[in-house]
């Protein structure tokens, strides 16, 4: 069983069900994809996985859950995202990423500014600093928008899913 294909309901299929699940890499440098994520990623999907996600990758600098996380909020790092997408890709592995705002779980060691839909703390969360007034409906939405339109690449035919987890608790 674990080796045969797995056809998702939008139709795409896995090679296997070998599913390596979103697991924070920790590999960015300066918010931006690495040559050790693509070399990362190559050697799991040599390794046979039907499925990769990745860990999680920010939509947005203050949105961050931790210091090594990717951001895409820009083109910027658009070469290395498509090969860190091949490196996953190798031997027909399917490669999902998960696409990610923190919210009042970003830490204060990464953002002194979060944006979450309330200004209500985790009060058992000391490291947080949520600020009133970048609270705002306004400003979550306009993270939301861009959030839903991905960056120009990975795009569909470098990555086949795009699962979004906003961490945000309301
Ligand atoms: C080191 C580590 C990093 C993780 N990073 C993420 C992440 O970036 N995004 C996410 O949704 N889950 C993350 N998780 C949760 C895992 O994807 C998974 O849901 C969790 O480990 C439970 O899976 P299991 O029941 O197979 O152990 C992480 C887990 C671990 C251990």
């Known amino acids: 069983m674990l080796f045969k294909p797995f056809t998702f309901p939008n139709g795409t299929t896995a090679k296997n069900r070998f599913f390596k699940s979103a697991m924070e890499e920790q ?3 300066d918010n931006q994809p690495t040559q050790a994520l693509v070399n990362l990623y190559c050697t799991w999907a040599k390794g046979g996985a039907g499925v990769l996600v990745t860990g999680n990758v920010m939509v947005s600098p203050n949105g961050k859950g931790s210091v090594g996380d990717v951001v895409v909020s820009d083109d910027r790092s658009l070469p290395m995202l498509k090969a860190w997408a091949d490196a996953g890709k190798t031997a027909g592995t399917l490669m999902i990423m998960q696409i990610n705002h923190a919210g009042k779980q970003s830490p204060k060691v990464v953002n002194r500014e979060p944006v979450a839909p309330s200004a209500v703390h985790l009060s058992e969360w000391t490291v947080l600093s949520i600020r009133h007034e970048l609270c705002k409906r306004l400003k979550l939405n306009k993270l939301l928008a861009n959030s839903s339109r991905p ?20």
Do not use: E, G, W
């Open 151 to 170: 960056p120009k690449s990975p795009n569909k035919q470098d990555l086949a899913v795009c699962k979004f987890t906003p961490h945000t608790v309301i």
């Open 27 to 29: 590999l960015a440098i």
